[in-house]
């Protein structure tokens, strides 16, 4: 017994000193190389399944996570969570008519034809399966709305930070570590990958507004690039940062204008139901006579 101990640990011995010298003595990568690694175009990130179900999932949906990739990363979704989110929506859209079927061999939905819950179980999954799609572009629109608000407040940073002596590089990435949310996020890391690369900010900013489908972003970076350096890129990120600002006003206000007229109806139609209730008597008292 205590042969084959020590022949095992041994082994281990053995084995930990030729890793050891492995990884002492193997192939480095040169310089030239890790400068081309760090230059090198990133692509934006697909998350991969990472698990069999995640993968099962991902097939479900085929080429619509592709066709949906901006929707998907802003609002941080993988594949497999909108293939989870499409199934979800089609079991609701399904349920009535799986009740209906479930029901009707009992007699309590006997006067319904089986063709005609067979066509409303279809009929619902279906329905939901595309609703799935209306659901996703909603929640995209509202965090690209969260998004514009996020950049509106990060450009009036960056003017109050130039204002009060600041570069525009320094201006850049200080103002993206003040603020909080997902915004704020997506904007630090574009600005950290740019400085390692040592590429224009104005560029990794373009590639963020391509990625996440936020024109504003694509227009930052064609305003900048224009404006050059010194002194006309202060001007044009103030002028940049006054011009959001009114359009997310005008944007917040009208969205307070259609709220405010939403509310009529029901307003409108509880005075009608008041008066309703108020002018009974009164009719049922002419009608008796």
């Not at 003017?159 to 320094?170: F, M, R, V, Y």
């Not at 996020?185 to 900010?201: D, N, Y």
């Not at 006054?242 to 997310?248: A, C, P, Q, T, W």
Request: aromatic share 6%.
């Amino acid at each position: 017994m205590m042969t084959v101990a020590m022949a095992v640990a041994g082994a281990l011995v053995g084995g930990g000193l030729l890793l050891m010298i492995r990884g002492a003595l193997g192939p480095t990568a040169s310089l030239p190389s890790f400068v081309e690694e760090l230059h090198r175009t990133r692509e934006p990130v697909v998350h991969a399944p990472t698990t069999w179900t995640d993968d099962l999932l991902t097939k479900t949906v085929g080429a619509g996570a592709t066709r949906h990739r901006a929707d998907l990363e802003v609002c941080e979704r993988t594949p497999a969570k909108y293939a989870q989110d499409r199934l979800a929506w089609t079991a609701i859209g399904a349920a009535p008519g799986l009740l209906t079927l479930a029901i009707a061999p009992i007699g309590v939905a006997s006067v319904l034809n089986p063709f005609v819950a067979l066509a409303l179980l279809v009929a619902g999954a279906a329905g939901g399966w595309m609703y799935s799609i209306v659901d996703l572009r909603s929640d995209a629109e509202s965090k690209r709305r969260e998004f514009r608000h996020a950049l509106t407040a990060y450009l009036e940073l960056v003017a109050i930070l130039q204002a009060g002596g600041a570069g525009t590089q320094s201006a850049l990435y200080d103002a993206a570590s003040i603020g909080r949310g997902s915004g704020f996020r997506h904007l630090k890391t574009a600005l950290s990958a740019a400085q390692s690369r040592r590429e224009a900010p104005w560029d990794t900013l373009g590639q963020l507004g391509q990625r996440l489908g936020i024109g504003e972003l694509i227009e930052l970076k064609q305003s900048m690039t224009l404006a050059g350096d010194g002194a006309r890129v202060r001007d044009s990120l103030r002028a940049k940062a006054e011009s959001m600002r009114d359009k997310d006003r005008n944007a917040q206000e009208t969205e307070a204008e259609k709220k405010s007229e939403s509310m009529v109806l029901p307003v409108v139609m509880v005075f009608a139901g008041f008066l309703l209730l108020i002018g009974y008597p009164a009719i049922s008292g002419l009608s008796a006579t």
